[in-house]
């Protein structure tokens, strides 16, 4: 009946709390019988192990410690070198192995030996004097304009981009001690200023570029060379030599003028030069003319003449065996019978007085004249 008597809300509330207090004891039951679980655990365990190795003695732990020591440590002088890369192995800073080929090797491990390994086949670019540096070589400091003194005291601007590698790996481990391209950098744009105050303005805007390129490419081998870099060039690209923004457009003009001389100059030659043959050949021809003409009429004369004497030789003869008159009569008739076949003869009585047009007969043989003759 006392249960009947207690509100239905009530009944509810207190079972709802009695059954999170059971479950609050079963956790904190199960907990503290794991902990000492595993406290009993970790001391047999320990129990274990000390029973298992009692047989074991310190000293022949001590040496197997240090063999394996031992081992690893001889185990870190082997090292590997990649394709394309050389490897400069020093003993207390001395080199003994200046340049080690691809594959693995093995040296003394360290503080003995030391291995440094360097890329010798890698082109590496560096970009002097142009204000915009390409996006894979950016370096900490701004890039900065190059500009020289030419030969007859002329401000110009050069814009350079020269390719290097390493090529002795000994010397580039030894004595480039900061960042190499700084180096490149340093030594190009010393040869740079030295090599244009050979040139005036003109021959490093025009002609001379090409000459200026390949001295520049030595004088910065050279001057590597000399630091003992291990660095060679492997070409350099003169990408410009121009003068400065404010005085550019006189330069420009002044070019423009050159060029358009040149151009004049080439076109007289040319015109001289297809002229020239032809007058040649013209007057080589009037010569070869004049030359058979000349050869021509001394032929027809020398024959004329040769006629002559062996006709005045054949007159003397026959004068001699007949008579001058007879033979000059003879020759006489002999001239007439050459011509008379050619002679028309026209009969007229003009006995009346009458008159004749001789040029009505014989006009288109061209006789009339003779025959009225």
Known sequence: MKDEEVPASSRSKSTDDDGVRRVFRNITTKSMLLARALAEGGRFALTDLKVSLGHLRPGL???????????????????????????????????????????????????????????????????????????????????????????????????????????????????????????????????VTRLVTRLPVDALLTSGRQSLQQAIREETQSRLDQYRTGLVIVGVDLQKAFPPSNVADAFTAVNTAREEKARLINEARGYANSRLPEARGQAQQVRAEASAYRSRILASASGTARAFDLLWDEYRKNAEAYGEDITRYRMYLESIERIMPRVQVYALDNAKGGTFNLRLYGAQNGTTEEASR
């Open 61 to 191: 732990l001590l040496v197997g410690a240090l063999t394996l020591i031992g081992i690893g440590y001889a185990l870190t002088g082997v090292y590997s070198v990649a394709p394309g890369e050389a490897a400069v192995v020093r003993r207390f800073g001395a080199i003994i192995q200046p340049s080690v080929e691809p594959g693995l090797h093995y040296r003394i491990p360290w503080p003995v030996d030391r291995v440094d390994i360097v890329d010798v086949t890698s082109v590496r670019r560096e970009q002097v004097g142009i204000s915009v540096p390409e996006a894979e070589h950016i370096h900490p400091e701004p890039p900065t304009k190059l500009q020289a003194l030419s030969g007859d005291t002329n401000v110009v601007d050069v814009e350079v981009i020269v390719q290097y590698q390493v090529s002795v790996p000994a010397d580039y481990v030894t004595n480039v001690e900061y960042a190499p391209y700084r180096i490149v950098r340093d030594a190009l744009r010393a040869s």
